[in-house]
């Protein structure tokens, strides 16, 4: 397989000598504070033009007024030079997409409080105005004759609606206060708006085909969440009209585009060859005037995560997640062979391929965040990087070193994770050791910086003298489809097994303290750690986040439930519920067992494990003694977006770690203006 090499880099020398994490590149490394990792700029969503001499992409940095990160677009040459920031909108810019002449930037920019789209030089300059749509425009994409875009943007609210809100007259019905998501297009000449879809039913996503007379869409009955399995893929004309049902099925697709010829449709779905659901997700091809999909590679052992038609429309590009790394393949069809583009110690991100040949993705490292590569379609090419943002991190921060262990589970099974050495690691030193788990559960952790510092932060962890183990435990993706089953049926049949496994392994490894261990995770992880701490007194500390208490109840809080009939045989609505699986497999069964002094988290807006679920873990604790806080955060999701509330849970985490586990106090950092 081929290796990577860099190119010229040039925006990395510009951000490190501005940048909040910057220092002297004479000064010795020191290790990385929660600040540091806070004001790290972020990359997103890089965009190539057509002839792939340009790149642009949004740019994300710490804006501790505003609260969170501010988005502005950049751009340049694909050989690194040039590099400059486009736009400078106060409300912030991202979404770049280039016009195929190359000349325009369409941008979705604040306009007013409300995201809308410009039009921009390509060299940088005064945005112009294009849209003015009454709700939000999103995922807008070019006409491949230059002279239009489309996006997709909600329904707007009828005046009786928003009357009714302006009086307060608002008592609304849950589950179906919605306004449905259609397709539209916009004129670049005129600024005239076309409504391309239609009807009672949301358009998720969609993708313009090479010739720019058909649109693939993805169409559901409802924008909600637990509706997506109900999508299926159609076929129109670039008008709206002669709409052809593709697919008819109870699974759901993704990255849905048809081929060169106009005479297959790819898609992305998580089912086997009779399209039943919870598998790896798999390349699926189907005739353009619908059929049986067929996976392309049935024993494919690793997650299909994007996928593209090559140009020559006889292969498909895809970037597939094979457990601790991701890399980019070459599909041909037939016949049906995979071959790696690429090979590293790295996660394969946002990645996307211009006219069917050259590639444009961020490459995220254990010692850097992503910068853009690009990569051709020439066989004998290697990936290229083109921005060296990140440059200053190794240069001047003491950063873990991450390498994959391996360890049996129980049956024998072989388990994949990757550990975090302290930054003073000494061979015979046994250190206390921080227990990540992934969210998901149907995920895993890869080679990276860490996709969510405010989560992990192993870089300040292993700096105050932790080891940190991320165990990717069966459930996780990446280790093929008996792997990923194995929570059917019994969530905690082996996952929770799997990570103690993990910790005896570092334990044998003479690396990790058996007295001084700490567990931590959110979302999935949160569940894992909420039942682990009810399984077991081993661990001196634990914090969870979004964690789930009472699958019960749990099921009918959650905005998403379709994997919780698998896991658990059925719903507890059904005439003969599964009761006692639910439950016996609930952390608060045994919640009385639990000693382990315990943080959890949440956001109080949060649809995926909502807030009941946190209280009902912390009021149990609490009234049987056990040291507990529940910290609520306003207006958050399930992911936090506030950088002052991300900054407070690393804060209070660290300081309960020190305290429960070494036995030391910590200094909270403070959020600079």
Known sequence: MRKLHPAVLVLGAVLAASGPAASGSAQAKRPMTFMDLLNIPRVIDPQLSGDGRKIAFTLLNADWKLGRRLPQVWGGNTDGTGLKQLTKIEGGALSERWSPDGSTLAVLAQVKGQMQIQLLPADGGDPKPLSNHPTAPSAIAWAPDGRGLYFLASDARSNAEVERERVRDDVFAFDENYQQQHLWRIDVADNRETRITSGDYSVLSYKVAVDGRHLVINRAPSPQLNDGERSDVWLIDANGEHATRVTENRIQESESELSPDNS??????????????????????????????????????????????????????????????????????????????????????????????????????????????????????????????????????????????????????????????????????????????????????????????????????????????????????????????????????????????????????????????????????????????????????????????????????????????????????????????????????????????????????????????????????????????????????????????????????LDWFERHAMGRTYTWETASE
């Open 264 to 653: 297959q449709v790819l898609f992305v779905a998580g089912a086997n060859a009779a399209l039943e659901s919870y598998y790896l997700p798999n390349l699926f091809v189907v005739q353009a005037t619908g059929g049986r999909p067929r996976p392309v590679l049935p024993d494919f052992p690793y997650e299909v995560l994007r996928a593209s038609w090559a140009k020559d429309g006889r292969s498909v590009y895809v970037v597939a997640n094979m457990g601790v790394h991701s890399e980019i393949f070459r599909i041909e069809l037939a016949p049906a062979v995979a071959r790696p583009l690429t090979d590293g110690r790295h996660s394969i991100e946002q990645w996307s391929v211009v006219n069917g040949e050259r590639h444009v993705f961020l490459i995220d490292e254990p010692t850097r965040f992503g910068d853009v590569w690009t990569l051709g379609s020439d066989p004998n090419e290697r990936p290229v990087r083109v921005t060296g943002i990140y440059d200053h991190l190794d240069r001047d921060f003491s950063l873990p070193r991450q390498e994959t262990i391996h360890w049996q589970g129980p049956g024998g099974v072989t388990i994949e994770g990757l550990l975090h050495y302290p930054l003073d690691y000494q061979p015979g030193r046994r250190y206390p050791l921080v227990v990540q788990v992934h969210g998901g559960p149907s995920e895993s952790d890869r080679y990276s910086f860490g996709p969510f510092v405010w989560r992990n932060y192993q870089q300040v962890l292993t700096a105050k003298g932790y080891a940190v183990l991320w165990p990717n435990h069966r459930g996780s993706t990446g280790y093929g489809n008996a792997f990923l089953r194995d929570m059917v049926g019994s969530y905690f049949r082996h996952a929770h097994l799997d990570v103690l496994a993990g910790v005896d392994a570092v334990i044998k490894m003479g690396v990790a303290d058996p007295e001084r261990l700490v567990l931590m995770g959110w979302s999935a992880g949160g569940h894992m750690t909420n039942k682990l701490i009810t399984f077991t007194d081993r661990f001196k500390a634990a914090s969870s986040g979004a964690g789930a208490a009472d699958w019960i109840s749990m099921y009918a809080q959650t905005d998403v439930r379709a994997d919780r009939d698998l896991w658990f045989g059925g719903s507890p609505w059904d005439r003969n519920a599964p009761i006692d699986r639910l439950w016996n497999e609930s952390p608060l069964k045994d919640v009385a067992s639990a000693h382990t002094p315990t943080l959890f988290f949440v956001g109080q807006a949060d649809p995926r494990v909502p807030l009941a679920q946190s209280i009902e873990m912390f009021r149990a604790l609490r009234s049987h003694g056990v040291p507990t806080h529940l910290y609520v955060a306003p207006r958050e999701g399930h992911a936090w977006g506030e950088l002052r509330h991300q900054l407070f849970k690393m804060n209070a985490e």
